[in-house]
Nanobody, 125 residues
Framework: EVQLVESGGGLVQAGGSLRLSCAAS????????IGWFRQVPGKKREGVAC????????YYADSLEDRFTISGDNAKHTWYLQMNSLKPEDTAVYYC??????????????????WGQGTQVTVFS
C-alpha cells in the first residue's frame, strides 16, 4: 500500500507563506493523481488542488487558485502545496491523498484511496 506523510504545517501570520510537503513511502508506477484537501473540525472536507503525476496538469478550487500552487517531484516521490497570502480562514488540517489508476482531476475526497495523517496549518492575524 501507498503510505503518505505530510509535513510543513505550522503557525504563520496572515499574509505569509507556507510550503507543505507530501512524501510517499514508495514509487507509484501506475497513473495517479495527487490531491490536497483541508478540513476544519465540524465542517466538510474541502478540496484544495490536485495534479496529474504524468503530465503535470493541475486543477484548483476556484477560490484558491490565485494563492495556492501544487507541484511535485516524481523522482523524490514528493509533492508540494505552496500557499501564499495566507488568511485566517485557511486554518485547517491539510491532507494529501492519492487516487490510483485514474488521471481524472477531481476534488472529490471519496475518489482517493490513500491518505496521509494531515498537518495542521494555523494562520493568525
Amino acid at each position: 500500500e501507498v503510505q503518505l506523510v505530510e509535513s510543513g504545517g505550522g503557525l504563520v501570520q496572515a499574509g505569509g507563506s507556507l510550503r507543505l510537503s507530501c512524501a510517499a513511502s514508495a514509487r507509484i508506477f501506475d497513473d495517479f493523481v495527487i490531491g490536497w484537501f483541508r478540513q476544519v473540525p465540524g465542517k466538510k472536507r474541502e478540496g484544495v488542488a490536485c495534479i496529474n503525476s504524468s503530465d503535470g496538469a493541475t486543477y484548483y478550487a476556484d477560490s484558491l487558485e490565485d494563492r495556492f500552487t501544487i507541484s511535485g517531484d516524481n523522482a523524490k516521490h514528493t509533492w508540494y502545496l505552496q500557499m501564499n497570502s495566507l488568511k485566517p480562514e485557511d486554518t485547517a488540517v491539510y491532507y494529501c491523498a492519492v487516487e490510483l489508476d485514474d488521471d481524472e482531476l477531481i476534488l472529490d475526497s471519496s475518489e482517493y484511496e490513500y491518505w496521509g495523517q494531515g498537518t495542521q496549518v494555523t494562520v493568525f492575524s
